[in-house]
């Protein structure tokens, strides 16, 4: 049995929820108005309970540099036991529009280009192009995206990040002929999921589409993430810890 096991064992499993924006989780952080609020790396990470349960709350900030900074700090740190990633994302295959919901499956970035070295998309020196979830803790986030948002349509697969919002009809086209298996795009995930994968600690991630990552975006975003997007996610995360 490995150290982290017995910890784990030792105490009750610890949960970081995390989303790059305030907007995005702000509705979460106000239900742990008495959690400790502890700096490190320039974050402030809420370290408290939610629903009886222990849990480490952040704003990751925007882009797949400080997503991995984030995450190494929860997992070394605070000794976190799995991680949670809400927010938005934009939609990219057809049918995956304003205001549906997708619960990653993988991830995989997009601008990441190594060749001829190594193929298109694949990390170096991984041998592989893509991160997936833990399977457990993603099946258990659907099912709890389908008890907070009845009515909201979901849909499960890979999701692409990289370091550009994408904001225009022709890079929205490009990115489906591309990697028509994308379902939307964001620009943390894939950081997420490699460094959880690395500490071999279980990683799931919701996102709710904003917008359709096209000419529209940017307008159709800021009125979401303003309207939509915490509101999403703190039913989301309730649903999530109430399943125990």
């Known amino acids: 049995m490995t150290c982290r096991h017995r910890c784990q064992n030792a105490r009750m499993t610890r949960t970081a929820i995390v989303a790059a ?18 700096r490190a790396g320039g974050r402030e990470y809420r370290v408290g309970h939610l629903h009886g349960q222990p849990v480490v709350a952040v704003l990751s900030r925007i882009g797949k540099v400080a997503a991995a900074t984030t995450a190494v700090a929860l997992i070394e740190r605070f000794q976190v036991d ?35 070295l190594f193929p298109r998309y694949e990390v170096p020196l991984y041998g ?38 994408v904001a225009s009809a022709a890079d929205s086209e490009a990115l489906q002929r591309a990697l028509p298996l994308a379902l939307a795009v964001d620009m943390e995930g894939a950081a997420f999921a490699q460094v959880c994968s690395d500490y071999s600690v279980p990683f799931a991630a919701v996102r709710t589409v904003s917008d359709r990552a096209d000419d529209a975006a940017h307008g159709d975003f800021l009125s979401f993430i303003d309207h939509v997007a915490s509101r999403h996610s703190v039913a989301i995360v309730e649903a999530f810890l109430h399943a125990g």
């Not at 989780?25 to 742990?32: I, T």
Request: a negative charge; one cysteine or more; glycine letters at 10%.
């Open 128 to 165: 592989t192009d893509r991160f997936g979830t833990d399977v457990a803790l993603t099946a258990r986030l659907a099912r709890a995206v389908q008890r907070a948002l009845p009515g909201a349509r979901l849909h499960r697969g890979l999701v692409v990040s990289g370091d550009r919002f």
């Open 82 to 116: 799995r991680v949670l990633f809400t927010g938005v994302a934009g939609g990219l295959a057809p049918g995956v529009n304003r205001g549906d919901v997708v619960v990653a499956d993988g991830f995989l970035q997009h601008d990441m280009d190594a060749s001829p």
């Open 21 to 38: 924006m305030h907007e995005e989780l702000s509705a979460v952080l106000a239900l742990m108005p008495d959690a400790q609020c502890q």
